[in-house]
């Protein structure tokens, strides 16, 4: 299975995707913002099979922390989630350096579904999930 560094700062999705990412058997590291999540990544030589990360958080956003990640460790997968439409325009141009941008609120299984995806390299069927 996986070693997955997540980035969320509301605790109930942190928490939600956490456990349901646990289920399939991955490890998953979780930390409140993009910043904390550098620091973690420093401290493990980027030593994760998947960043999965919101983009709209404090301090460093998913976008910002998604192009450092790539930067320093173009070969980990980053899939990214949001809530909001802005957000997703934002990240449009991140195409080649993002495995798939995940709508919120999403299930269980969507969730556990997009991970496999990318940790697998599969691309999503329609390409982007954009609403």
């Known amino acids: 299975m ?4 997540l ?6 999705v942190r928490s939600f995707v956490k456990r349901a990412l646990e289920l399939d058997g991955h490890t998953v590291e979780a930390a409140e913002d993009g910043g904390e999540a ?14 999965l990360s919101d983009i709209k958080m404090p301090v460093m956003d998913g976008i910002a922390l998604a ?12 899939l990214l989630m949001t809530g909001f439409a802005d957000q997703r325009e934002r990240a449009n141009g991140l195409d080649s350096l ?17 991970v496999r995806d990318a940790i697998a390299g599969d691309m999503p069927q329609d390409t982007r999930r954009y609403a």
């Open 2 to 5: 996986a070693r997955i560094l």
């Open 7 to 12: 980035t969320e700062d509301d605790e109930a």
């Open 38 to 51: 550098i620091e973690v990544l420093t401290r493990e030589s980027g030593k994760y099979d998947l960043l």
């Open 67 to 78: 192009l450092h990640t790539a930067r320093d460790f173009p070969e980990m997968p980053i």
């Open 98 to 114: 993002v495995h798939d941008i995940i709508t919120k609120p999403f299930s269980l299984a969507d969730i556990r579904k997009a």
